[in-house]
Each structure stands twice: as structure tokens, then as C-alpha cells.
């Protein structure tokens, strides 16, 4: 039975009463935002700025780089060493945690603010993805001032909080994340239930219906944006700095026309802070119930936080520890990717 005192749909909010000509938030549109993310988790923006039309571009040269197969793909695209946050990452990797253990079965290809990896058989492919990248990058630190507004209207912490994503000089230091989603056409699931590890995702209309999101009462709720929205959710690192104010809400894809000749493809940025710099909850957000935390901890590293994540999904090698991959992923950095 549905709660009166939630949402019975999806709020969809304008972009503009969020963020004004100038990039900055409006206070109005900064907390009707902020409490839609506490009560559900997710939001549709109408008309944002993130460049609705490269996304046929970057669905098209998707679906040609997966053709090239799952063996030379793996074989001159893919790198273990860093959790495939860059490349390709083969079908049965990841595991989600509410999934029972068992593994997904789409395929991927990661990129990110640096180190991006070129496939030589497509070479408008990267330069294709990394253009929306950019515009994602771009709305998704606007949404982050939104946020910091809602959060600490005084703006005692606004300066650590954007400090995450951008250096004193105003140049990208986010480790974001994007994904070309590929799913087999004939899963009844395409993907289970679980939560986003980050700070919010930003998410364009799939090539295929079927996401659905659940309430904070349990319900699910199906989500059909329209052609140029985007939806947006809160992830793990959201709820974490929010002292499990605003919760990493629950998501899942189902597949109600099995067809193995129809794949689906999606493309979600995750917006993530500067790994290498410590995440922690903010002062406004510390007196909060910690039941409602996904992590336990007030302060953490980034990089760890992340391996705590990957490694319960077992993408990162049991043997592994947060110390042995926080120097793996600060040396790549700065040196790049390993050598094919």
C-alpha cells in the first residue's frame, strides 16, 4: 500500500529553477531538488544543458565497438590491474550486492576525466564520448552547488564541498565515471536491484524502457523520461556526506519484451569527487540518525571508500588491499595506463 506522505511519481523539475543563467543555484529551486533526493532518490530535470544530441551519436559508434566482440575487445581494450574504470569490461564481471552474488551480464565501456583509452577500429568513438562527458561534467557541478546549498545554507563548507570537483584555478579534478551500457536483448533482468556508489548520477533516456525506482515505503515506481530530460539520482557518496539525510535509492532494469536481436543500451555519468582528497560527512549533516548511513565512517579517503565498494563486488582481486590499489590508481594517474 502506498504511503501518503510520499511521492506517487517521479518529481520533474525544470533546469532553470535549479540553476540560473550564471550557473549558480536558485534557493527555491536548490531545496525543492534537494528534498526531491531525500524523499526518493531520483529527479527528472527538463531541459537541461547536457548535450542531448550527441546521444544518438554516442548510441550509434556504441553498438559498432561492441560488434567488434567480446574477445578482441577484452584483448586490446580491457585493464584489470585498475577495475576496469577504463576500457572494456567483459560480460560476468561485476556483482552486485543485492544480487545474490551472482554476476552481471552486460558489457561496458569506461571512461573518465583523464587516461581514456581509443579504439583504433572507431575513431570518432572516443572523441564522441568524451565531448558528452564534458557536458555532464559541467551540469553535474552546477547540481553539486545546488546541493551544497541545500545542505549548508549558511556555506560554511561550499568551498570544500565544490573543492572536491574543482581545483582553486576552477580545472577538473573529479574522478568521475562513464559507462556505454550494453544488455542482452533476451535477460528477463537486465539489471538487479542496487544503488550508485557516488555522488549523483546523471542518466539520459536508454534505447529501451525499463528502469524502475523503489520508494523509501518499498514500492516501485517505472520511470519514462521525455526526449530531452535527464534523470538523476543520489548515489552512496551523497548519502555518506549527508550524514544518510538524502539516501542512495534503489534502482533496477526489467526487461518486459525479452528480444535477443534487441540489446539495450544506456549511458549513465557517474559523478564522483577527487578520490585522492578525503570525503566526510558535513558539519550541518553530523547530528543525523546513522542508521540511515551506507558507510559507518565520518571521514574516509576517496580512493578507499571506492575500493571498499569495488572490492565488495568483487571487481577488485581478493589479494588486493585499499593501500596496494590507492598507489596503483594515484601512480596510473600520473603515468597512465598500462602498456598493451
Same mark, same amino acid.
Given at each position: 500500500?502506498?504511503?501518503?506522505?510520499?511521492?506517487?511519481?517521479?518529481?520533474?523539475?525544470?533546469?532553470?529553477?535549479i540553476?540560473d543563467?550564471?550557473g549558480?543555484?536558485?534557493?527555491?529551486?536548490?531545496h525543492?531538488?534537494?528534498?526531491?533526493l531525500?524523499?526518493?532518490?531520483?529527479?527528472?530535470?527538463?531541459?537541461?544543458?547536457?548535450?542531448?544530441?550527441?546521444?544518438?551519436?554516442?548510441?550509434?559508434l556504441?553498438?559498432?565497438?561492441?560488434?567488434?566482440?567480446?574477445?578482441?575487445?577484452?584483448?586490446?581494450?580491457?585493464?584489470?590491474?585498475?577495475?576496469?574504470?577504463?576500457?572494456?569490461?567483459?560480460?560476468?564481471?561485476?556483482?552486485?550486492?543485492?544480487?545474490?552474488?551472482?554476476?552481471?551480464?552486460?558489457?561496458?565501456?569506461?571512461?573518465?576525466?583523464?587516461?581514456?583509452?581509443?579504439?583504433?577500429?572507431?575513431?570518432?568513438?572516443?572523441?564522441?564520448?568524451?565531448?558528452?562527458?564534458?557536458?555532464?561534467?559541467r551540469?553535474?557541478?552546477?547540481?553539486?552547488?545546488?546541493?551544497?546549498l541545500?545542505?549548508?545554507?549558511d556555506?560554511?563548507?561550499?568551498?570544500?564541498?565544490?573543492?572536491?570537483?574543482?581545483?582553486? /584555478?576552477?580545472?577538473?579534478?573529479?574522478?568521475?565515471?562513464?559507462?556505454?551500457?550494453?544488455y542482452?536483448g533476451?535477460?528477463e533482468?537486465?539489471?538487479?536491484?542496487?544503488?550508485?556508489?557516488?555522488?549523483?548520477?546523471?542518466?539520459?533516456a536508454?534505447?529501451?524502457?525499463?528502469?524502475?525506482?523503489?520508494? @523509501?515505503?518499498?514500492?516501485?515506481?517505472?520511470?519514462?523520461?521525455?526526449?530531452?530530460?535527464?534523470?538523476? @539520482?543520489?548515489?552512496?557518496?551523497?548519502?555518506f556526506?549527508?550524514?544518510?539525510?538524502?539516501?542512495?535509492?534503489?534502482?533496477?532494469?526489467?526487461?518486459?519484451?525479452p528480444?535477443?536481436?534487441?540489446p539495450?543500451?544506456s549511458?549513465?555519468?557517474?559523478?564522483?569527487?577527487?578520490?585522492?582528497?578525503?570525503?566526510?560527512?558535513?558539519?550541518?549533516?553530523?547530528?543525523?540518525?546513522?542508521?540511515?548511513?551506507?558507510?559507518?565512517?565520518?571521514?574516509?579517503?576517496?580512493?578507499?571508500?571506492?575500493?571498499?565498494?569495488?572490492?565488495?563486488?568483487?571487481?577488485?582481486?581478493?589479494?588486493?588491499?585499499?593501500?596496494?590499489?590507492? /598507489?596503483?590508481?594515484?601512480?596510473?594517474?600520473?603515468?597512465?595506463?598500462?602498456?598493451?
Amino acid at each position: 500500500m502506498s504511503s501518503p506522505d510520499l511521492p506517487t511519481s517521479i518529481p520533474r523539475i525544470p533546469f532553470d529553477s535549479i540553476i540560473d543563467s550564471n550557473g549558480e543555484p536558485i534557493e527555491a529551486g536548490a531545496h525543492r531538488f534537494g528534498e526531491a533526493l531525500r524523499t526518493i532518490g531520483f529527479v527528472v530535470l527538463a531541459d537541461p544543458p547536457y548535450r542531448s544530441d550527441l546521444l544518438e551519436e554516442n548510441y550509434s559508434l556504441a553498438r559498432d565497438v561492441f560488434r567488434l566482440g567480446d574477445d578482441h575487445l577484452a584483448k586490446h581494450y580491457a585493464y584489470p590491474e585498475i577495475g576496469y574504470q577504463r576500457g572494456y569490461m567483459p560480460t560476468r564481471v561485476e556483482r552486485g550486492f543485492l544480487c545474490g552474488g551472482d554476476p552481471d551480464e552486460k558489457e561496458v565501456m569506461c571512461f573518465g576525466s583523464y587516461h581514456n583509452v581509443p579504439v583504433a577500429e572507431y575513431q570518432d568513438y572516443l572523441p564522441t564520448a568524451e565531448a558528452y562527458y564534458a557536458a555532464c561534467q559541467r551540469v553535474g557541478y552546477s547540481l553539486v552547488k545546488a546541493l551544497s546549498l541545500y545542505l549548508d545554507p549558511d556555506g560554511n563548507e561550499r568551498d570544500y564541498m565544490l573543492g572536491l570537483f574543482v581545483d582553486r /584555478e576552477g580545472e577538473v579534478v573529479d574522478d568521475s565515471h562513464m559507462r556505454h551500457l550494453k544488455y542482452p536483448g533476451d535477460a528477463e533482468l537486465m539489471a538487479c536491484r542496487h544503488t550508485d556508489i557516488n555522488i549523483i548520477t546523471l542518466l539520459p533516456a536508454a534505447t529501451r524502457s525499463g528502469l524502475q525506482v523503489q520508494r @523509501n515505503d518499498g514500492e516501485w515506481l517505472p520511470l519514462s523520461p521525455q526526449k530531452g530530460d535527464l534523470i538523476v @539520482n543520489a548515489g552512496d557518496m551523497l548519502n555518506f556526506m549527508s550524514g544518510g539525510k538524502i539516501k542512495s535509492t534503489l534502482h533496477q532494469v526489467l526487461n518486459p519484451n525479452p528480444d535477443p536481436a534487441n540489446p539495450r543500451f544506456s549511458m549513465p555519468f557517474f559523478y564522483h569527487p577527487d578520490h585522492s582528497q578525503v570525503v566526510k560527512v558535513l558539519d550541518t549533516c553530523r547530528g543525523l540518525p546513522k542508521e540511515g548511513r551506507r558507510f559507518p565512517y565520518d571521514e574516509k579517503l576517496g580512493y578507499h571508500l571506492l575500493y571498499e565498494v569495488l572490492h565488495g563486488i568483487q571487481q577488485i582481486p581478493e589479494e588486493v588491499t585499499a593501500e596496494a590499489y590507492t /598507489e596503483e590508481m594515484k601512480r596510473w594517474r600520473v603515468e597512465g595506463l598500462p602498456e598493451r
